[in-house]
């Protein structure tokens, strides 16, 4: 089971994030979930601090590159994190997202 991480602009209200996890969700993810979170990074040499939306996904190997595709296309960002974590999980739930 996969953990993909990604970013998406404080300027996208809830519904624009909720559609682009359902877009996420129709290619393949079992789950995602999004918060808001404050970020501080370096960027064209200037350090900057922004509120940004935090999604957290989880997928089967079988369809990670499928997500990560989908992502890589609609992301807003010229640079997106794109974070891939291989972990692990209670054998239900990782039953559950390898079910999708």
Same mark, same amino acid.
């Given at each position: 089971?996969?953990?993909? %991480?990604?970013?998406? !602009?404080? #300027? +996208?209200?809830?519904? &624009?994030?909720? *559609?682009?996890?359902? #877009?996420?969700?129709? *290619?393949?993810?079992?789950?995602?979930?999004?918060?808001?979170? /404050? /970020?501080?990074? *370096? $960027?064209?040499? %200037?350090?900057?601090?922004?509120?940004? $939306?935090?999604? &957290?996904?989880?997928? /089967? @190997? %079988?369809? %990670?590159? *499928?997500?990560?595709?989908?992502?890589?296309?609609?992301? !807003? +960002?010229?640079? !997106?994190?794109?974070?891939?974590? @291989?972990?692990?999980?209670?054998?239900? +739930?990782?039953? $559950?997202?390898? #079910?999708?």
């Amino acid at each position: 089971m996969f953990l993909i %991480k990604t970013t998406l !602009p404080n #300027s +996208y209200r809830e519904f &624009e994030v909720t *559609s682009f996890a359902q #877009s996420i969700v129709e *290619s393949g993810a079992a789950c995602v979930q999004h918060r808001e979170i /404050s /970020s501080t990074y *370096s $960027w064209d040499g %200037k350090l900057n601090h922004d509120k940004e $939306w935090l999604l &957290e996904i989880k997928v /089967s @190997e %079988k369809n %990670k590159e *499928s997500v990560k595709e989908v992502i890589t296309n609609l992301h !807003p +960002y010229d640079v !997106p994190e794109i974070l891939i974590l @291989e972990v692990e999980a209670n054998q239900e +739930y990782l039953d $559950w997202v390898n #079910s999708h």
